[in-house]
Structure formats: structure tokens, C-alpha cells
Nanobody
């Protein structure tokens, strides 16, 4: 098991950006796949992006459209998600998750991940 802690959420104006962080309790790059998800009030949790083990070829959901790029700092066991050009509809709790065996078809399927952080709240409002 691995513990994950998200941070960096807060209030941002429409069109603004944030830098969300996901820090793991130990080095996981070669052992776990990492996903970013979000859950808006009253909606199901949806996948944003997927980093495979080793960090190559990050996969994004269609709605990202290049706005959410991801980077990682392996030395610090931290993965970043800097969402840009946010809209009020993207107000949600943002989560990172880790899973050892994630099939290609399940990269954005929340129920395939068994390690979750507590989430960080993002509010997009003027």
C-alpha cells in the first residue's frame, strides 16, 4: 500500500490556473500507475489523466484538450497536475490515485485504483 496526499487546491477565478500536487509516502514511479480524478457535487468521479509506471506517454481524457499538463518529481515522489483555463463547471474535489495493475481500457476508471488520497478542493468562481 502507498499513502497519497494531495494539496494545492483553493479558489481560482474562471480562466485561471492552479498547481495541484500529489505526494506519495514512498517512491512509486516504477511500481504504480498514477491517475488524477475529480468529483463535482452530485456527479460521479471522472478520470482526468493517467501516468503509467515509469512515467512515459501520459494519457489524458478528451475534455483536457491540452489544458492540464502533468509533471513529476521522482526524487520527491510527487506528481503535479497544473490545470489551466478552468471553468466554474470544473469546481470539484480533485484526487490522485495509484494502482499496480491498470489495463489500457481502465486507465480512467476510478474503481480500478486501490490507493487514494483525501482530495483537494478546487473552486472556480469570480
Amino acid at each position: 500500500q502507498v499513502q497519497l496526499v494531495e494539496s494545492g487546491g483553493g479558489l481560482v477565478q474562471p480562466g485561471g490556473s492552479l498547481r495541484l500536487s500529489c505526494e506519495a509516502s514512498r517512491f512509486i514511479s516504477g511500481q504504480y500507475n498514477v491517475g488524477w480524478f475529480r468529483q463535482a457535487p452530485g456527479k460521479e468521479r471522472e478520470g482526468i489523466s493517467f501516468i503509467p509506471k515509469g512515467g512515459s506517454r501520459i494519457f489524458y481524457a478528451d475534455f483536457v484538450e491540452g489544458r492540464f499538463t502533468k509533471s513529476s518529481d521522482g526524487a520527491k515522489n510527487t506528481v503535479y497536475l497544473p490545470p489551466n483555463n478552468l471553468t466554474p463547471e470544473e469546481t470539484a474535489v480533485y484526487y490522485c490515485a495509484a494502482g499496480r495493475a491498470i489495463l489500457t481500457a481502465d486507465r480512467l476508471a476510478a474503481n480500478k485504483y486501490n490507493n487514494w488520497g483525501q482530495g483537494t478542493h478546487v473552486t472556480v468562481s469570480s
